[in-house]
T-cell receptor
Framework: DAGITQSPRHKVTETGTPVTLRCHQT?????MYWYRQDPGHGLRLIHY???????DKGEVSDGYSVSRSKTEDFLLTLESATSSQTSVYFC????????????FGDGTRLSIL | AQSVTQLGSHVSVSEGALVLLRCNYS??????LFWYVQYPNQGLQLLLK??????LVKGINGFEAEFKKSETSFHLTKPSAHMSDAAEYFC???????????FGKGTMLLVSP
């Protein structure tokens, strides 16, 4: 299995609080991705990174920011959490962008009350 | 733009029966296609992928898929379902020049004894 660790695995917080999720990889892959998974919507891309300090927006980026200061770490921040951001968040990594598969972490279940 | 349509949010089969999960894609250029499986409370696991070459692709756990360009399809099949195949399955598409995957909304496979 690809070495991907997401932390925390579960979190409950209140509306308006900041939240940071961490994705750590030991594979030295260039590409890293953050998705959210909601019933009926499949996986939707939030942000992705194609190198240290290089990031881009995905389909549902509003309300989220990311940072990548090291190859192995990709952080997802909710500056002021809202109930609509209650979801399961997955990190994925890929050696290259196009014809290589993405490998997924085990997810973070985030509940915002 | 890319898109993926998975026909049927739920598919039910009996143990030992044929499994057929449908995936149609839209892409303006030759696609790269992937099938992933997700077991409860886990991340996504790659089943198989099509990039170039042979259009019939074999994956893990006895699954296979056939790329049909004329039908813009990449349906997933398994000759004989097993109880352990019960999970959610996702089809995804990428292509040259894109750094991201587009996922379908998923199909839940239910296997009854």
């Amino acid at each position: 299995d690809a070495g991907i660790t997401q932390s925390p695995r579960h979190k409950v917080t209140e509306t308006g609080t900041p939240v940071t999720l961490r994705c750590h990889q030991t594979e030295n892959h260039r590409y890293m991705y953050w998705y959210r998974q909601d019933p009926g919507h499949g996986l939707r891309l939030i942000h992705y990174s194609y190198g240290v300090k290089d990031t881009d927006k995905g389909e549902v980026s509003d309300g989220y920011s990311v940072s990548r200061s090291k190859t192995e770490d990709f952080l997802l921040t909710l500056e002021s959490a809202t109930s609509s951001q209650t979801s399961v968040y997955f990190c994925a990594i890929s050696e290259s962008a196009e014809n290589q598969p993405q490998h997924f972490g085990d997810g973070t279940r985030l509940s915002i009350l | 733009a890319q898109s993926v349509t998975q026909l049927g949010s739920h598919v039910s089969v009996s143990e030992g029966a044929l499994v057929l999960l449908r995936c149609n894609y839209s892409s303006s250029v030759p696609p790269y296609l992937f099938w992933y499986v997700q077991y409860p409370n886990q991340g996504l696991q790659l089943l198989l992928k099509y990039t170039t070459g042979a259009t019939l692709v074999k994956g893990i756990n006895g699954f296979e898929a056939e790329f049909k360009k004329s039908e813009t399809s990449f349906h997933l099949t398994k000759p004989s379902a097993h109880m352990s195949d019960a999970a959610e399955y996702f089809c995804a598409v990428s292509n040259s020049g894109y750094s991201t995957l587009t996922f379908g909304k998923g199909t839940m496979l239910l296997v009854s004894p």
